[in-house]
Nanobody, 128 residues
Framework: QLQLVESGGGLVHPGTSLRLSCTIS????????VGWFRQAPGKAREEVSC????????NYPESAKGRFTISRDTAKNIVFLQMNALRPEDTADYHC?????????????????????WGKGTPVTVSS
């Protein structure tokens, strides 16, 4: 059964760090691009980052550049999102998602094209 299950969210102070995990099952990380998007209450979903099946192509839209790092452990079937210097505007539900191809979207305008599975999300709240 194909699944993506997020964990690691929580309540943190501004400026601190958090690492999210996405445990996958039912498919191989070597064959598909996997990444993250987020959605805050009352707002549209927002793309965050992606790692390709080869593990070499990583995209960081403006909201994540310089602060977020995506990585993976193919032996454990886990994709990580390391988030540093968190800001209150990073507060959202973070969802792990799979694309139906091995390469990441070339542009954020195509972020949700081919995204075929995603998890229920893990909440991140950044507040003082």
């Amino acid at each position: 059964q194909l699944q993506l299950v997020e964990s690691g969210g929580g309540l943190v102070h501004p400026g601190t760090s958090l690492r999210l995990s996405c445990t996958i099952s039912g498919f191989s990380l070597d064959a598909y691009a996997v990444g993250w998007f987020r959605q805050a209450p009352g707002k549209a979903r927002e793309e965050v980052s992606c790692i390709s099946g080869s593990g070499k192509s990583i995209n960081y839209p403006e909201s994540a550049k310089g602060r977020f790092t995506i990585s993976r452990d193919t032996a454990k079937n886990i994709v990580f999102l390391q988030m540093n210097a968190l800001r209150p505007e990073d507060t959202a539900d973070y969802h792990c998602a799979r694309w139906d191809v091995s390469i990441c979207p070339l542009d954020t305008s195509d972020w949700y094209v081919g995204m075929d599975y995603w998890g229920k999300g893990t909440p991140v709240t950044v507040s003082s």
